[in-house]
């Protein structure tokens, strides 16, 4: 079993399918993940599962691989319950996790963009366009930035986790590119696959990051460094000439109008 703690899910879910189902009953989604690179320990490790929920969760592990053998379920490293912090977010991290409420607000808008889609009108191709804008100035360049440009250079970059989240933001660049050359070739079945693969991948990246990767990230700072991401967010906000509110009045207009449609 010790083998296989040093494989990537993505490897060990193509050999044993099943896993993914076990993975899925602890709320670990690394089927929908495109980069799927974390290894087996590490997933383990980064889940905040109780010891009897990892014990658990190893067991069903080990039998899905060993269908015929009883296997000493391993023990996963991890820090001493005592050196571990309650889950309650540090400022820094709990300004990018409050950043994201906007983001989601976004995305759940983005089916009902979808169905109304128009790329003839200048409303409606406007309403593309300011969508995109907030992918690309609210969340990508006011807080993907952040987070790559200040966050993860506290931590090894080279580290799997991470990795995964470069590869998203990269993705959903892509995406917003190819958004961008549909609409002027007006082709509003590319735009909408492309939103809604843009939808898709933010649910899965945000719900990693609040749920998964800050809770582990603040367990790794001193309260030194938490001080010293509080200063430096507070000073890449103050030279990003972005308002918020600009986008957060944009939500509340189409929120606005999508709730009049269905009155």
Known sequence: MDEYLNKGIKEIIAEFPEIEEVLNDYDIGCGPCEVGICQLKDIVAIHRLSEDQEQQLMARIAKAIYPDQDIQVPQVEKKAEAEVKRFAYSSPMKKLVDEHVLIKRWIALIPKVVENLDVESEKGRRLILDGIDMIRSYADKYHHAKEEEILF??????????????????????????????????????????????????????????????????????????????????AVDRQIDLSPDKYADFIDRLEKEFEKQEG
């Open 153 to 234: 250079k506290y931590f090894d970059e080279n580290t799997d986790i991470l990795q995964v989240m470069h590869a998203d933001h990269t993705r959903g660049r892509s995406l917003v590119k190819e958004m961008l050359v549909a609409l002027d070739q007006k082709d509003p079945k590319t735009i909408a696959e492309n939103l809604m693969a843009y939808r898709d991948l933010l649910t899965e990246h945000i719900r990693k990051e609040d749920e998964i990767l800050f809770p582990w990230m603040d367990n790794q700072l001193s309260n030194h460094q938490v001080g010293e991401l509080f200063s430096k967010f507070d």
